[in-house]
Antibody, heavy 132, light 109 residues
Framework: QVQLQESGPGLVKPSETLSLVCTVSGGSITSTTYNWGWMRQPPGKGLEWIGSFDYNEVIYYNPSLSSRLTISIDTSKNEFSLKVTSVTAADTAVYYC????????????????????????WGKGTTVTVSS | SYELTQPPSVSVSPGHTVTISCSGDALANQYSFWYQQKPGQAPVLVIFKDNKRASGIPERFSGANSGTTVTLTISGVQAEDEADYYCQSADNSGSYSRVIFGGGTKLTV
C-alpha cells in the first residue's frame, strides 16, 4: 500500500525559501497511472492545489503561485520536492503531498480531452510556519 | 476565493439524511470529487467521478451531478460523519488542467 511522508523545516523566515520533500513508499512515482503532487491548507481555511507532475515529468503549477514554485523529481530516490521562494505569512499552512489518479473526461466518447486528477492517497501533512 | 461554491456549514440530527451542495461552471464539463477531513487529520477521498465511492467508504455516502451543481448525500448520518467536506473538480479552460476546490462545508451532527 502506497504511503507518502512529507519532511522539511517547520519554521521559515519571511522572504526565504520553503523546501519540502515527499518520500514515497509502496509505489513508484514513475507509474503511468498516477500523477503526484502537493496541496496546502492555511490554518482554518480550505484546500489549495499547489502543483502536480505526470509520468513524463511534465509539471503543472497553480498559476497563482507559479512564479515562486519549483517542483523537482528524483526517481532514483522515489521522492519529489517542493520549493516556494519569497515566502510570506500567507504561505503558512499544512502542506500535503499525495498521489493523484488521472484520466480524461471525454474518454468514453473516444476523445483524449478534458483531463482531470484527484488525490486518493495523502501524506499526513507537515505544518510550515512563516515567521521571523 | 474558491472556484467552487459550498455552503459554509450544515447541521443534521443522527440517523437523518443530509445533502451538501457544490456549484461552479467547471462542473458542467468535468467530474466532481469529495473529501472528508476531520480535525487534525489529512483529507480522505470519499467520492470520485461524481458518484463512485472510494475504497472503504460506507454505502451511506453517495454523490450526484446535475450540471453545474453536484451533491454529496449522507444517509443515516452517524456522529462519526461530523467533519469538513470539500468538493473538487478540474478547470480545463486554460492551457492545462487545474485542480480546483470548494471552500469546504462543516457538517455538524
Amino acid at each position: 500500500q502506497v504511503q507518502l511522508q512529507e519532511s522539511g523545516p517547520g519554521l521559515v523566515k519571511p522572504s526565504e525559501t520553503l523546501s519540502l520533500v515527499c518520500t514515497v513508499s509502496g509505489g513508484s512515482i514513475t507509474s503511468t497511472t498516477y500523477n503526484w503532487g502537493w496541496m496546502r491548507q492555511p490554518p482554518g481555511k480550505g484546500l489549495e492545489w499547489i502543483g502536480s507532475f505526470d509520468y513524463n515529468e511534465v509539471i503543472y503549477y497553480n498559476p497563482s503561485l507559479s512564479s515562486r514554485l519549483t517542483i523537482s523529481i528524483d526517481t532514483s530516490k522515489n521522492e519529489f520536492s517542493l520549493k516556494v521562494t519569497s515566502v510570506t505569512a500567507a504561505d503558512t499552512a499544512v502542506y500535503y503531498c499525495g498521489r493523484l489518479p488521472w484520466g480524461y473526461f471525454d474518454i468514453l466518447i473516444g476523445s483524449y480531452t478534458r483531463p482531470f486528477s484527484y488525490m486518493d492517497v495523502w501524506g499526513k501533512g507537515t505544518t510550515v510556519t512563516v515567521s521571523s | 476565493s474558491y472556484e467552487l461554491t459550498q455552503p459554509p456549514s450544515v447541521s443534521v440530527s443522527p440517523g437523518h439524511t443530509v445533502t451538501i451542495s457544490c456549484s461552479g461552471d467547471a462542473l458542467a464539463n468535468q467530474y466532481s470529487f469529495w473529501y472528508q477531513q476531520k480535525p487534525g487529520q489529512a483529507p480522505v477521498l470519499v467520492i470520485f467521478k461524481d458518484n463512485k465511492r472510494a475504497s472503504g467508504i460506507p454505502e451511506r455516502f453517495s454523490g450526484a451531478n446535475s450540471g453545474t451543481t453536484v451533491t454529496l448525500t449522507i444517509s443515516g448520518v452517524q456522529a462519526e460523519d461530523e467533519a469538513d467536506y470539500y468538493c473538487q473538480s478540474a478547470d480545463n479552460s486554460g492551457s492545462y488542467s487545474r485542480v480546483i476546490f470548494g471552500g469546504g462545508t462543516k457538517l455538524t451532527v
